[in-house]
């Protein structure tokens, strides 16, 4: 079985202590999201957990939990992107963010670590050239520590068309 722990929110960065009681109790409560009243127990141990998914832009809060989490199989996708608290307040630098990524590459592996340059947004302060020499930049500096880098554009036409919420 593969947990996939990065669909509603950031575990790592935001629950990494709820995740370790989970593991230490063996099993975790998953509300279906389209019928409130459907819950689901899914085990959490090796024997049947063949790999745990993790999508975050700051694992960093999960390194105290090495040990609990030494016995699974993993796979992280971690997103670094360029962009400052203006839009994405609750991140940590990118500097920081490619430290805990190099960390956790030479911790668990380059096969089981990749990188989302993701969403990439095209405005006024974040050109097509900005994007490039930035993107250049972090490669370098990620580079031996994955062998997947993953891209997204953010289509504001498109979004805001299928979102309900006002755009910036």
Known sequence: MIIQTG????????????????LREGYVLVRN???????TRYELNPRVVDLIVFCTKN?????????LLAPYGQYWFVTITPYGTDLEPNVPPKEKVMDSFRRLSEQIGIP?????????LINDTWTAEKHIAVFADMCRALAGYTDTCVISFLDLVLYSHSHSLPLP
């Open 112 to 120: 089981s670590i990749g990188w989302r340059y993701d969403p990439i």
């Open 59 to 67: 694992p960093e809060p999960m390194f105290s939990y090495r040990d």
């Open 33 to 39: 999201p389209y019928n409130p009243t459907s819950v």
């Open 7 to 22: 669909m509603r929110t950031d575990i790592p960065a935001f629950y990494s202590r709820w995740f370790a009681n989970r």
